[in-house]
């Protein structure tokens, strides 16, 4: 199994917010998770990258036991992980951000033709490789949050709400990105408050309710999807 989480318990001080997570993450997968605000999404996906300690429960990635490991090496061991918002760093240039988003990788040549890679996969940021990151619009940003998290070689990418606050074009061209990295190979796990995008691109989809995975299914399955729907838009 890819990523697989077992009975995973998380609380923030008397808060329980995780209470019996188990999910199976198949390679290969755009995985949709949804929820509504403050069910524990962001807090899933953070406990998978170290960011948060579980309580009990277990994270297999690849049959190593990630719970328990430091973010650094569960990076290292492929899991990278867009957080909410845009973590860039603002007073860099463009090509500065890309240089840290390999900080755990070691040979220069690669990263070097990496960085070129990438400016060439997103010609904006090859513009504007030189500019202060901070200055360019929130698509860019967007664009260059997801680059950063490429450059981490990462074999599953943990995204949490990328089209947040970008225009309907920009969603669209944020959809096609996913699905580019999920064709070349990347498995995903991505949060999204927009159904649309996400039942669009997405393989499976799972619903996060009272701090359980209450409903999961194939995107294909229509009747699951539309129950997701119901429950998720609380229709
Ligand atoms: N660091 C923290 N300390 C204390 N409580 C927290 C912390 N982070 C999150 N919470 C609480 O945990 C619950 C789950 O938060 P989380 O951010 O995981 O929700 P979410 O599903 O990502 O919501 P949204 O859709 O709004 O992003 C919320 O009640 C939130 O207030
Ligand atoms: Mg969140």
């Given at each position: 199994?890819?990523?697989?989480?077992?009975?995973?318990?998380?609380?923030?001080?008397?808060?329980?917010?995780?209470?019996?997570?188990?999910?199976?993450?198949?390679?290969?997968?755009?995985?949709?998770?949804?929820?509504?605000?403050g069910s524990g999404k962001s807090t899933l996906l953070k406990t998978i990258?170290?960011?948060?300690?579980?309580?009990?429960?277990?994270?297999?990635?690849?049959?190593?036991?990630?719970?328990?490991?430091?973010?650094?090496?569960?990076?290292?061991?492929?899991?990278?992980?867009?957080?909410?918002?845009?973590?860039?760093?603002p007073l860099m240039t463009v090509l500065e951000n890309l240089e840290l988003?390999?900080?755990?990788?070691?040979?220069?040549?690669?990263?070097?033709?990496?960085?070129?890679?990438?400016?060439?996969?997103?010609?904006?940021?090859?513009?504007?490789?030189?500019?202060?990151?901070?200055?360019?619009?929130?698509?860019?940003?967007?664009?260059?949050?997801?680059?950063?998290?490429?450059?981490?070689?990462?074999?599953?990418?943990?995204?949490?709400?990328?089209?947040?606050?970008?225009?309907?074009?920009?969603?669209?061209?944020?959809?096609?990105?996913?699905?580019?990295?999920?064709?070349?190979?990347?498995?995903?796990?991505?949060?999204?408050?927009?159904?649309?995008?996400?039942?669009?691109?997405?393989?499976?989809?799972?619903?996060?309710?009272?701090?359980?995975?209450?409903?999961?299914?194939?995107?294909?399955?229509?009747?699951?999807?539309?129950?997701?729907?119901?429950?998720?838009?609380?229709?």
């Amino acid at each position: 199994m890819f990523l697989s989480i077992t009975d995973l318990f998380v609380n923030y001080g008397k808060l329980e917010v995780l209470k019996g997570v188990s999910m199976e993450i198949e390679e290969g997968e755009i995985s949709l998770l949804l929820g509504a605000n403050g069910s524990g999404k962001s807090t899933l996906l953070k406990t998978i990258t170290g960011l948060n300690r579980p309580i009990s429960g277990s994270i297999r990635f690849q049959e190593t036991k990630i719970n328990g490991m430091a973010s650094y090496d569960i990076l290292r061991l492929g899991i990278a992980h867009i957080l909410e918002g845009r973590k860039i760093f603002p007073l860099m240039t463009v090509l500065e951000n890309l240089e840290l988003g390999a900080y755990s990788r070691k040979n220069k040549r690669e990263i070097a033709r990496d960085i070129e890679a990438m400016c060439e996969r997103f010609p904006i940021l090859g513009q504007k490789r030189k500019e202060q990151s901070g200055n360019l619009s929130g698509g860019e940003q967007q664009t260059l949050v997801i680059a950063l998290a490429l450059m981490t070689k990462a074999k599953l990418l943990l995204m949490d709400e990328p089209s947040q606050g970008l225009s309907p074009l920009l969603v669209n061209e944020i959809a096609n990105t996913i699905t580019g990295l999920n064709r070349d190979g990347l498995s995903i796990v991505l949060v999204e408050h927009n159904l649309r995008l996400g039942l669009s691109i997405a393989d499976k989809v799972y619903v996060l309710e009272n701090g359980k995975i209450a409903f999961e299914a194939n995107s294909t399955d229509l009747s699951g999807v539309e129950y997701a729907q119901k429950i998720y838009l609380g229709g």
